[in-house]
């Protein structure tokens, strides 16, 4: 009896997490329960062109695992960048299971 409650409430207490959107990535402006797909802008610098661009991502699982390196000093060497014009920042999410961020640097 007491193998089954505690089953259905372990259950229940999943579903729940994953409902509220626990795999999150990112800044958070904005999230879907079921699907979040934006892009944001998130700086500018002294560089008079976006000529070339690098991105650099982060990711997580159910919340229970995140990866990755989504600083503008990746995306920068990524791109091969010294001087940025841009920092922009996409994320994605579905149903709080899957989500990443981007970091994406443009400049020369």
């Excluded at 579903?15 to 879907?32: E, F, H, I, N, T």
């Excluded at 002294?46 to 229970?64: D, F, V």
């Amino acid at each position: 009896m007491v193998t089954k409650k505690l089953i259905q409430f372990a259950l229940a207490a999943g579903v729940a997490a994953a409902a509220s959107g626990c795999a999150m990535a990112g800044p958070g402006l904005v999230s879907g329960g079921l699907y979040t797909g934006y892009k944001h802008g998130a700086g500018a610098g002294p560089a008079k062109s976006g000529a070339k661009t690098g991105e650099a991502c982060a990711m997580s699982i159910l919340g229970l695992v995140a990866l990755g390196d989504a600083s503008v000093e990746t995306a920068k060497k990524e791109g091969g960048i010294s001087t940025v014009a841009t920092v922009d920042n996409q994320q994605f999410g579905i149903l709080g299971i899957y989500a990443n961020t981007c970091t994406v640097v443009k400049g020369e």
